[in-house]
């Protein structure tokens, strides 16, 4: 649990016992846990998770090579072991020697979902395997009538979540059968390619390839974050953005890259009558924190209305690599040289000592975050 202290502290991940018991579960809060000596609350460690996991992808590339790995999640990877049967024999007595592995080196229990795909597989985690004794399911194109079909609720799939569950209710879709069965072109007419491809998996059809890697057509870099409260004073909130810029600045000039376009998303509180708003703005590639930080300052005041914030997110996009500075007519050459070599100065420090070593005096200030944040991994406590 995150922020356990708090009553709106959120819990992250929760045992099957504590599902079934007490009906706690992802995204439950503090103050919905009922006092019990058999509960134990954990702070979430993520340098050792990240540590752990690192581990076990190693077990994996021990059966398949990195092309068909595919890491799904910090908790979850995908192995196409079809190019492995040879050296360690059939799919499931790779499973067993996976899980045995795991088992034995890091004294962790792990649950396997076998199929014909990458959707049967996952499906047969998430429904079944982690409900059997020996924490293995195996789902194939035969099963998919008397085991896919009768998922149930739909969100259960892989790919179905509670907002999909709503659009296929209005078209008079309420169970995986029925998705099934439905007209290809009507799926896709009523809710696009998405549509289409809800049918394919509802028949259990997925032809992803784990070899050929995505490769995405543009690049951007982004943070978000989910404030602790409801913000009323906005210049507590243009604190938290200016440092929310720092780190994204340096990531990008990391990797000797400039932004184009900046956007920013800024969402209201749940008790607010407005749910929020989310606009762009194209500018002078650049790489600068200061420049980055006027920019989404000066969209963030001309759109935000009198309303308390609860989260924002900022995003850059139209990255391109630098291969030189590019001056300014109307800049003084020597003052932008001068501010480039401060910003990737004070980038360095940051690297060597940490974050928080070099930051802005606001970052003390009512409603800053960045302290308290500089220490945590992916947003929870390291």
């Known amino acids: 649990m995150s922020n356990q202290e708090s009553q709106g502290g959120l819990v992250l991940a929760a045992t099957q016992k504590m599902k079934d018991t007490f009906n706690i579960k992802t995204g439950s809060r503090r103050?919905?846990?009922?006092e019990d000596t058999r509960i134990i609350v954990a702070e979430p460690r993520m340098k050792l998770y990240l540590q752990v996991n690192e581990m076990i992808i190693s077990i994996f590339k021990r059966?398949?090579?990195?092309?068909h790995l595919l890491i799904y999640s910090i908790d979850e990877a995908i192995l196409d072991v079809s190019?492995?049967?040879?050296?360690?024999?059939?799919t499931m007595?790779?499973?067993?020697?996976?899980?045995?592995?795991?088992?034995?080196?890091?004294?962790l229990y792990v649950t396997i979902g076998i199929g014909e795909n990458p959707l049967l597989a996952k499906v047969a985690?998430?429904?079944?395997?982690?409900?059997?004794?020996?924490?293995?399911?195996?789902?194939?194109?035969?099963?998919v009538p008397n085991k896919l079909w009768k998922v149930k609720p739909m969100t259960e799939?892989?790919?179905?979540?509670?907002r999909?569950?709503?659009?296929?209710?209005?078209?008079g879709i309420y169970t995986i059968y029925d998705l099934a069965h439905a007209e290809p072109n009507f799926l896709r007419h009523a809710m696009g390619i998405v549509g289409e491809e809800l049918f394919y998996h509802a028949n259990g059809i997925d032809y992803t390839d784990l070899?050929?890697?995505?490769?995405?057509?543009?690049?951007?870099?982004?943070k978000s974050q989910i404030l602790e409260r409801d913000y009323d004073n906005h210049r507590e909130v243009e604190i938290v953005i200016r440092e929310m810029v720092e780190d994204i600045a340096m990531r990008l000039r990391r990797e000797h890259a400039e932004t184009s376009v900046i956007h920013v998303s800024i969402g209201y509180s749940r008790h607010s009558l407005l749910k929020g708003f989310g606009n762009q703005l194209k500018i002078h590639p650049t790489d600068s924190s200061k420049k980055i930080s006027t920019y989404i300052l000066y969209l963030f005041r001309k759109h935000v209305a009198n309303e308390p914030i609860r989260s924002l997110s900022i995003q850059l996009g139209k990255i391109r690599y630098k291969d030189g500075t590019q001056l300014n007519l109307f800049e003084n050459a020597v003052q932008t040289v001068n501010q480039e070599q401060l910003e990737r100065t004070i980038d360095k420090i940051r690297d060597r000592y940490g974050f928080q070593s070099l930051m802005h005096a606001s970052s003390l200030a009512v409603g800053a975050t960045g302290l308290r944040r500089a220490s945590m991994v992916g947003g929870h406590k390291g």
């Open 164 to 171: 999909t569950e709503v659009q296929l209710n209005r078209i």
């Open 83 to 90: 190019h492995s049967h040879s050296l360690f024999g059939d």
């Open 125 to 143: 985690l998430d429904v079944e395997a982690k409900h059997q004794s020996s924490g293995i399911a195996e789902w194939r194109y035969k099963d």
């Open 31 to 34: 103050y919905e846990i009922p």
């Open 157 to 162: 799939m892989w790919g179905v979540g509670r």
């Open 211 to 222: 070899a050929e890697k995505y490769v995405p057509l543009s690049k951007s870099y982004g």
């Open 63 to 67: 059966y398949v090579g990195p092309e």
């Open 93 to 107: 007595t790779i499973a067993k020697r996976i899980q045995q592995d795991i088992l034995d080196e890091l004294r």
